[in-house]
């Protein structure tokens, strides 16, 4: 696992796309019966990105702290972003764009020193060689209730179509792989209607190792990939492994106007603590409208979070997971020679916060934003068994962050937290 993921905390995923002119569901919307194939396709002469600015992105990724993009270079429509020559479904030959929208996109990043990463649907539902076999090749008890886009007409199944689609996959990654430079990510989706042995893994996967060897690779690769990727509902407990967290910034990926269900900045930066209390990242998602310009209110929320994590980066990059819950229940993150703690507060505590099983005496705690030193006291603890006390740090509104504020506890030794029976817990 490259090391560059686990330290960047923060990725921004970017939904982009002919459903923005409509502003409608990502493929879905056919797929699901919501509009016909037909009208869904319509849009492609609609896409005009006529505002499209990939610098202008690449500014906001970088303001917002985020040290990652990942854009949507195909969907399960098929629709390819870039100007692939093994279809004409492309934004450069099918749209008034006329742009190859990776190109700008893969260059803004890279003049920005951020990680370059690839959305890639595994899945075409545009393509005449996809619905040529069923999933692990069995042919479903219920034909009738299986979706025209995923499967073959009449239970027949065609190896020889599959086989060409395979290629075909393998000629478009090729082009991401080869044309734009150094990609550090591939964000794989679609990998669910198929096996692992019908995607010829893990061959596929060597292959496109042997195009980039560094990419890291999401894990929707039917098992293959290098690190997990839940979406939409925060992890209750931390995932095994390196791991990434995807939501949207309302509740859809693409640009949909009618789409006011907003989450809060506060919130926003809570979630972003969780995953990084947890040793996560976040890739949190935005879609911009047909012409390429970002809402305000999109925009407002990553210039919000890029804000909170400039004040409190320290307690963010390069950091590893925290002390457990059961210690400190609103999240930490430790610094990498383990020496610093720091302490998420959400609210605003009456008058102290509490710290349980800390076998370390601090050295010193302070604000991390105002750099204000704090007094704390101890009470409790039955040192002959060696079982600390409780730590109630003091802190009051008038020392609180507007979102969340940081709490910077610093020591000489590791942290060492009471693990029962007189045991020591040194990690999670």
Not at 120 to 141: A, R, T
Not at 397 to 409: A, I, N, P, S
Request: one cysteine or more; hydrophobic letters at 35%; aromatic letters at 12%.
């Amino acid at each position: 696992m490259q090391k560059w993921f686990e330290d960047a905390k923060l990725g921004i995923f970017i939904h982009y796309g002919i459903y923005a002119v409509d502003g409608v569901a990502e493929s879905w919307s056919f797929y699901n019966g919501r509009m016909t194939y037909e009208d869904y396709m319509k849009q492609l002469d609609g896409f005009t990105a006529s505002q499209y600015n990939a610098g202008a992105w690449a500014d906001l990724i970088e303001q917002s702290g985020a040290k990652y993009a990942v854009l949507t270079t195909k969907h399960h429509d098929g629709v390819a972003l870039w100007d692939t020559q093994y279809s004409d479904l492309n934004t450069v030959k099918r749209t008034p764009a006329r742009l190859d929208i990776v190109r700008e996109y893969a260059d803004a990043i890279a003049a920005k020193g951020l990680r370059l990463g690839f959305y890639y649907s595994l899945i075409d539902w545009s393509h005449p060689d996809y619905p040529s076999v069923y999933e692990g090749g069995k042919v479903p008890e219920d034909k009738a209730s299986v979706n025209k886009y995923s499967y073959p007409v009449n239970g027949i199944q065609d190896e020889a179509k599959w086989s060409r689609f395979l290629e075909f996959n393998n000629h478009q990654l090729e082009e991401l792989l080869t044309g734009y430079g150094q990609v550090d990510l591939l964000w794989f989706d679609g990998d669910w209607e198929r096996s692992a042995e019908q995607w010829n893994l893990p061959v596929f996967k060597h292959y496109l190792k042997s195009l980039q060897p560094d990419v890291i690779i999401n894990s929707r690769l039917a098992g293959h990939g290098d690190y997990k990727t839940p979406e939409q509902g925060l992890p209750i407990t931390r995932p095994e492994g390196p791991w990434e967290f995807c939501t949207t910034i309302n509740t859809s990926w693409g640009y949909v106007p009618t789409d006011q269900h907003y989450k809060s900045l506060h919130q926003i930066v809570r979630m972003f603590c969780d995953c990084i209390s947890m040793g996560g990242n976040m890739l949190l998602g935005i879609g911009p409208r047909e012409d390429g310009t970002i809402d305000d209110r999109q925009e407002a929320i990553l210039l919000g979070l890029g804000k909170w994590i400039r004040d409190h980066e320290e307690a963010v990059y390069g950091t590893r997971e925290g002390i457990m819950s059961r210690y400190y229940g609103e999240g930490s993150t430790l610094s990498a020679d383990r020496k610093t703690l720091y302490l998420f507060v959400h609210g605003d505590p009456k008058d102290s916060i509490c710290l349980k099983g800390l076998c370390n005496q601090i050295k010193k705690a302070s604000v991390l934003h105002s750099g204000k030193e704090l007094t704390y006291e101890i009470h409790g603890g039955v040192p002959w068994f060696q079982i600390p006390g409780t730590t109630w740090i003091h802190l009051t509104h008038e020392d609180t962050h507007e979102l969340t504020t940081v709490v910077k506890l610093e020591f000489d030794e590791e942290v060492e937290m009471y693990g029962g029976s007189g045991a020591v817990v040194t990690h999670n």
